[in-house]
């Protein structure tokens, strides 16, 4: 591959003349720009980003952290993302946390190869996010809170979500609600815990051990999780599983199983994914907006940008949306044999 000092050798000008030619600037004549040029053509010189980069100490890039680049859960916070970058001018890098600490997205905050960067990851180190965000590198936070400079905060309201989730279940006569867990150290899910658990404290209904499940966010682990349930010969009356892709996995065996889902169990996700109104029944879910909290982020990262740290925390309403995975209360609960 063809070096600026190529190009400046095959020109016969020195590598700072070569430079300046090939960047446009007035210090150089139009003859000599035309030989760096044509030298360059030759060559088929392609200039470094990298370089250039290191150089103006700014990459027009925007990098987005997430836990896995993977599932249907994503798609929409990227192209509400991809909106507002694209419309600066900028482009959008995407790289994995899986590895913690040496992922390649720890590398990617500690060389801070962005001008920016979003993340949706809970296994990143706060220490390393504090450490990272600078004036020329602010970050904008989407599944945690930290209070640190040049740091952004957006959230979903989890807790009340759940809470609507819970408190629709108790509505339609359901009240043993297993709660199908996310992974421990997440915030989105400790969070909706919560909101399960304050739901049902409200309604009087006493929290149980026994009806906690996880599930890890996979569908996978929904499937484990019913598979379980359905080893203990007598169903609860409800689901709430805290993303879709659990609660789809549970719907999965339950089926295959078949339970009636909608009258002798209920159940309601979180997300509203795409495909949470196409399984059977369509599920009842929650939905929060991720395509807008795409946006919102992107365009915290360029207010950031230009001087605008005043807005560090927005917090985004959920909807309930009611579809046919929850019915009329079956009294017969007894598993059959």
Known sequence: MAT???????????????????????????????????AARRLNYQPSGIARDLKSNKTNTVGLILPDLSGPFYSE??????????????????????????????????EKRADGVIILASNIDENLISDAARKD??????????????????????????????????????????????????FDNSKRFEGYKKALRDHGIPFSGHLLYQGNFTKEGGNHAAKLMLLQNRLPEAIFAANDEMAIGAMEVLKQAGINIGQEIA?????????????????????????????????QIFRALNG????????????????ESCGGKQLNKQMPR
Not at 309 to 321: A, G, P
């Open 4 to 38: 600026i000092k190529d190009v400046a050798k095959l020109a016969g000008v020195a590598v700072s003349t070569a430079s300046y030619a090939l960047n446009n600037s007035g210090l150089v004549s139009s003859d000599t720009r035309k030989k760096v040029l044509d």
């Open 77 to 110: 916070l990227i192209k509400g993302i991809q909106d507002v970058t694209i419309a600066n001018g900028y482009d959008l890098i995407a790289v994995s946390s899986i590895g913690g600490k040496n992922s390649t997205a720890a590398k990617f905050l500690k």
């Open 137 to 186: 590198m602010p970050v904008v936070l989407l599944d945690k809170r930290i209070e640190a400079e040049y740091v952004l905060n957006i959230q979903v309201d989890n807790e009340g979500g759940a809470y609507k989730a819970v408190e629709h279940l108790v509505s339609l006569g359901r009240n043993e609600i297993a709660y199908l867990s996310g992974p421990s150290n997440s």
């Open 267 to 299: 159940i309601v996700g979180f997300d509203d994914i795409q495909l949470a109104e196409y399984v059977q029944p369509p599920l009842t879910t929650i939905r929060q907006p991720m395509r807008e909290m795409g946006s919102l982020a992107a365009q």
């Open 308 to 323: 605008d740290f005043s807005s560090n925390f927005i917090l985004l309403e959920t909807e309930l949306i009611i579809r």
